[in-house]
C-alpha cells in the first residue's frame, strides 16, 4: 500500500493478548512482501517475510498471512508483550526490481 | 558490530547549506540503498546502488547525490538544504553476491533537522 498521506493507524492491545495488523498492497504483480517492525529511535528491524507462491508462514510468536485474491496482507503477534510496542510496516517488491513501497504503517500500543 | 551503521544520528543545519551522510555495511552485501522517513513515519526509497552502479533513482532534487565509492559504502551529499528536507534518513542494504536476497536491512537512521 502507498500512502495517501494519512495519519499512522494505532492498535492498542492488552498485554498477552494476540493482535493483528492488516496491510492492503497495491500492486499484483508484486511477488515478494516483508513486514518491519520500527521501535522508536530506530530504524526499521525486519521481522518475517513472504513469497507470493505461499499462503502462511510462521515465525517465533509471528504469522504473516497472504490473500493474493484481495491483495491483503497480515501480521499475526500472539502473546504480545511491551517490547511489541512499535510501528509496523508492510512493504512488497515485485521479482527483478529492487524496489520496496512500504505501506503507512501501524502504531501498535501494548497495554500493560 | 553493527551490520548497517550510518554517520551522523543528528544533523542539524542552516538552509542553504551543505551537508553528507555516511553509510557503511559489513554485511558482504551487493545492493545499498537511501530512504527519506517524513514525520508521517512514510518510507520512500530515493536511491539504490548495486555494486556502486546506480541501479534507483526515484523523483529526488538533484541537490541530492549519492556517492558509492565501494560496495560497502553509499553516502549522500545534499547541497542547498532546504526545510523540506528535514526529515530521518536511513540506509538499508540488501544481498549477497552469488546468493542474491530480497531482505532489506536497515542502518539505524540519519535525523536531519534544516532550521
Known amino acids: 500500500g502507498e500512502s495517501v498521506g494519512l495519519h499512522l493507524p494505532t492498535l492498542s492491545v492488552q498485554e498477552g493478548d494476540n493482535s493483528i495488523i492488516n496491510c492492503a498492497y497495491s500492486n499484483s504483480a508484486s511477488d515478494y512482501f516483508i513486514w518491519y517492525k520500527q521501535e522508536s529511535g530506530k530504524g526499521p528491524q525486519f521481522i518475517i517475510d513472504i513469497r507470493s507462491n505461499m499462503d502462511k508462514r510462521q515465525g517465533q510468536r509471528v504469522t504473516v498471512l497472504l490473500n493474493k485474491t484481495v491483495k491483503h496482507l497480515s501480521l499475526q503477534i500472539a502473546a504480545t508483550q511491551p517490547g511489541d510496542s512499535a510501528v509496523y510496516f508492510c512493504?512488497?517488491?515485485?521479482?527483478?526490481?529492487?524496489?520496496?513501497?512500504f505501506g503507512t504503517g501501524t502504531r501498535l500500543t501494548i497495554i500493560p | 558490530d553493527t551490520a548497517v551503521s550510518q554517520t551522523p544520528k543528528y544533523l542539524v543545519t542552516q538552509m542553504g547549506n551543505d551537508k553528507s551522510i555516511k553509510c557503511e555495511q559489513n554485511l558482504g552485501h551487493d545492493t545499498m540503498y537511501w530512504y527519506k522517513q517524513d514525520s508521517k513515519k512514510f518510507l520512500k526509497i530515493m536511491f539504490s546502488?548495486?555494486?556502486?552502479?546506480?541501479?534507483i533513482n526515484e523523483t529526488v532534487p538533484n541537490r541530492f547525490s549519492p556517492k558509492s565509492p565501494d560496495k560497502a559504502h553509499l553516502n549522500l551529499h545534499i547541497n542547498s538544504l532546504e526545510l523540506g528536507d528535514s526529515a530521518v534518513y536511513f540506509c538499508?542494504?540488501?544481498?549477497?553476491?552469488?546468493?542474491?536476497?530480497?531482505?532489506?536491512?536497515f542502518g539505524p537512521g540519519t535525523r536531519l533537522t534544516v532550521l
Open positions: 538499508a542494504s540488501s544481498g549477497l553476491a552469488g546468493a542474491p536476497t530480497d531482505t532489506q536491512y
Open positions: 546502488y548495486n555494486n556502486k552502479e546506480l541501479i
Open positions: 512493504a512488497e517488491k515485485m521479482r527483478g526490481n529492487e524496489k520496496l513501497t
